[in-house]
Nanobody, 119 residues
Framework: QVQLVESGGGLVQPGGSLRLTCAAS??????????MGWYRQAPGKQRELIAAITSGGNSNYGDSAKGRFTISRDNTKNTVYLQMNSLKPEDTAVYYCNADWFRNDPWDWGQGTLVIVSS
């Protein structure tokens, strides 16, 4: 069973930055062969995939993240990161990581980390 723990969220002013971290763990588990993704779910909206990274390090982004967010991974630490810059109030959401659901079935979701962008 895979466990996902997201951290790094918080309250930030518009224009600010945050770095989110996702630690994945499980018995004999490695993210190494997996495409991973960061998702977010804003109040009253469906969860959406905003950034994904393949096992080889190729990344792609949804329109909302393009040019402002950067996804990266450290396979040795079973960790995925999301650097978020130039944050906007509309980025306010709970952020989750999981397998890229376009390539693999997602695991059980973690608790997510809340990001609030407000002055």
């Amino acid at each position: 069973q895979v466990q996902l723990v997201e951290s790094g969220g918080g309250l930030v002013q518009p224009g600010g930055s945050l770095r989110l971290t996702c630690a994945a763990s499980g018995t004999n588990f490695s993210i190494n062969p997996m495409s991973m993704g960061w998702y977010r779910q804003a109040p009253g909206k469906q969860r959406e995939l905003i950034a994904a990274i393949t096992s080889g390090g190729n990344s792609n982004y949804g329109d909302s993240a393009k040019g402002r967010f950067t996804i990266s991974r450290d396979n040795t630490k079973n960790t995925v990161y999301l650097q978020m810059n130039s944050l906007k109030p509309e980025d306010t959401a709970v952020y989750y990581c999981n397998a890229d659901w376009f390539r693999n079935d997602p695991w059980d979701w973690g608790q997510g980390t809340l990001v609030i962008v407000s002055s």
